[in-house]
């Protein structure tokens, strides 16, 4: 594979062995690698650059990977795939980081063949996920525009939110269930019953500000439906 055809990836990561063992192994597998070591270094670097992926460790200095997520999502409204690598696996540490907008969580130790795969998958999942417009009575998403308009008014919704309300219009007025939204929102099919009731509640709160309705209806034991106002 040519220089010019590899994929742009950021790899933050503060153990300088780890980032140039991982760089090394992710260039043979078709990557562009670009460091940083610290988070406040690595939103700086995806504030300004086009990297298909983002590789983020979780505990380092200056800035942990956690905030760093979330500053990206929140205030810069950068919407590209991260992957957690992380010695934390419990599922309090694997909820916080879904939460603050991960896309998956990788366990130290990890194989390297291991990462490729999961980076693969979300870059598929990416390519292939809500390029369509979709209509749900009145209300129109624009998914490659991240805005959603309904009685006149505009919202503007980024990465796992716009995913949800996305998938859940499409299917109306069919329930979506917990696991088919977990299966479509992280690679390993995790988690599903904490974040995903986060991110659904964060979602509802802000159709509900914007729109005067929170359009997302909670089936008890089945999942959630795109739920159509009076």
């Known amino acids: 594979m040519m220089a010019s055809e590899k994929t742009p990836l950021l790899l933050v990561e503060d153990d300088t062995s780890l980032a140039g063992s991982l760089a090394d192994f992710l260039t043979q597998h078709g990557y562009d690698v670009d460091f940083a070591y610290n988070g406040a270094s690595g939103v700086e670097l995806a504030r300004h650059n086009d990297y298909a992926v983002i590789v983020m460790d979780v505990s380092m200095p200056v800035m942990d990977g956690l905030t ?10 950068v919407d590209l795939p991260i992957i957690f690598l992380t010695a934390r696996d419990t599922l309090d540490d694997k909820v916080a980081g879904y939460s603050s907008g991960g896309d998956d969580y990788l366990v130290k130790p990890f ?19 809500g390029s ?9 998403i624009y998914p490659t525009r991240c805005q959603v308009e309904y009685a006149g ?39 599903q019953s904490k974040p995903l009731r986060a991110y659904v509640y964060r979602l509802r709160q802000l159709l509900k ?10 089936v008890y034991g089945k999942g959630y439906r795109f739920e159509y106002p009076d």
């Not at 369509?132 to 129109?140: F, R, S």
């Open 209 to 218: 500000d914007c729109f005067g309705h929170a359009f997302i209806e909670t």
């Open 153 to 191: 008014n505009k919202l503007e919704l980024r990465g796992t939110t716009l995913k949800i309300l996305t998938m859940l219009a499409s299917s109306a007025p069919q329930v979506v269930s917990q696991e088919a939204l977990a299966a479509e929102l992280w690679s390993d099919g995790e988690p």
């Open 111 to 129: 194989a390297p063949e291991e990462l490729v795969c999961r980076l693969e998958a979300l870059r598929k999942r990416r390519r292939f996920s």
């Open 132 to 140: 369509q417009d979709v209509t749900a009575g009145k209300m129109k």
């Open 68 to 77: 760093a997520c979330k500053r990206l999502r929140e205030d810069y409204a």
